[in-house]
Nanobody, 120 residues
Framework: QVQLQVSGPGLVKPSQTLTLTCTVF??????????WTWIRQPPGKGLEWIGY???????HFNPFLESRTSISRDTSKNQFTLKLSAVTPEDTAVYYC????????????WGQGTQVTVSS
């Protein structure tokens, strides 16, 4: 059974960098054919894909967020981390991590989601 756990602050000030970490249990983040993704849902809106890191470490980002986004991984801890810089109140959302199957690009396992509010 694969489980993902998101950790990080729930409140970030405008212009600062949002940092969230997803710890994966039950599957190695280097296992073939799986990608590890970040998705968010702003209040009253739909899901928005942020980006993912593949099993080999390749990165792909939403072009609308790419200039402010980085995703990294720590294979020794089986974790991957999202950094979103220069945040504004529009970045307020529930943030999720997930596992993506590379053959159909569906998210088959989700983390629990964490509310991040950008406010001074």
């Amino acid at each position: 059974q694969v489980q993902l756990q998101v950790s990080g602050p729930g409140l970030v000030k405008p212009s600062q960098t949002l940092t969230l970490t997803c710890t994966v249990f039950g599957e190695s983040i280097t296992a073939d054919y799986y990608y590890w993704t970040w998705i968010r849902q702003p209040p009253g809106k739909g899901l928005e894909w942020i980006g993912y890191i593949t099993y080999s470490g390749t990165l792909h980002f939403n072009p609308f967020l790419e200039s402010r986004t980085s995703i990294s991984r720590d294979t020794s801890k089986n974790q991957f981390t999202l950094k979103l810089s220069a945040v504004t109140p529009e970045d307020t959302a529930v943030y999720y991590c997930g596992r993506v199957s590379s053959w159909d690009y569906t998210v088959d396992y989700w983390g629990q989601g964490t509310q991040v509010t950008v406010s001074s």
